[in-house]
């Protein structure tokens, strides 16, 4: 298993590396490049014209190579259909990115699929992905709490609270997606921690897949460090969202992820707070006032003086201590 660890890491950092090198100038000559928002940092409008969608970098090499994995080294046996089921749902959630960045393209604006339009189309992905480890992948139904380490067998409840954390998990990383190799670094960080934690449980599909990410993410990061060349848009982040709910159900552990993905749900969790604060306060006196200087709280750093290179260190660290805490006791 770790020999076909690291050759599945290897080939998917220079899978994303080769592909960086290859179409970066191209996807500049045609100027397929990110449009910025008024309402951002303004300093981020010299990032105006950046190529996007690199997010197919990697995507392109985890999803070959994890093809190529699942017929030479998994049987089709339960566990085999559970990792293309796997697969499936991070490819598909990647999809709804694609969609929703060549919207952006052809518009020529920020805007691509509404949040009603990318919301159904995620929980359609969601509920298909859990019918079809409950058909066929042997989906149990008892959710294991992490910390606590005790198990509850909830019936059909246990698909609904599924469902909210697929969804949810996916537009949290699609949320951390805000400056230069970010979401990368952290995902890099939390495909670690699901890879050690498969090579104890040998749990070879979600070992390899983590592999595969990290891999990937270290490639992509060639090219997306600050300055970055190239932006992953939501074709990337939300191909890495499904992947790491991926990971967390192939360990039978769904919850695991929102405590080794902590920077994923701190950044959503500042977007909700800061809408509900600015509602809340404007009904109360007739003026929205703002608990953060801008989210998601990235944002927040930046405007506080902190530099992008800065915010990816600590966001990591922040990443690692959480991830290393759920190695040890969840």
Known sequence: MIVKFFIAMFICFVGAAVLGRIFIPVLKSYKIGQKIREIGPRWHKSKEGTPMMGGLF???????????????????????????????????SGAIGFIDDARKLFKKQNEGLKSGEKMMLQIIIAALYLLGMAH?????????????????????????????????????????????????????????????????????????????????????????????????????????????????????????ILVAGIIYIIEAASVMLQVSYFKITKKLTGEGKRLFKMSPIHHHFEKSGWSENKIVIVFCLVSLAACTLCYLFG
């Open 136 to 256: 066929f992948g042997g989906l149990s139904t008892s959710l294991y709490i992490p910390f606590f380490k005790v198990t509850f067998e909830l019936g059909t409840f246990y698909y609904i609270i599924a469902l909210i954390v697929i969804v949810g998990v996916m537009n949290a990383v699609n949320l951390t997606d805000g400056i230069d190799g970010l979401a990368s670094s952290v995902t890099a960080v939390v495909c670690a921690f699901f890879a050690v934690s498969a090579a104890v449980a040998e749990n070879a599909g979600a070992f390899y897949l983590a592999g595969a990410l990290f891999g990937g993410c270290l490639g992509f990061l060639v090219y997306n460090l600050n300055p970055a060349r190239i932006f992953m848009g939501d074709t990337g982040s939300l191909f890495l969202g499904g992947a790491v709910c991926a990971l967390a159900f192939l360990m039978d552990n769904p919850l695991i």
């Open 58 to 92: 990697f995507i392109a090499p985890v999803v070959l190579t994890m093809l190529v994995y699942s017929f030479l080294c998994m049987d089709f046996a339960e566990s085999g259909v559970r990792f293309l089921l796997s697969l499936a749902l991070a490819l598909a």
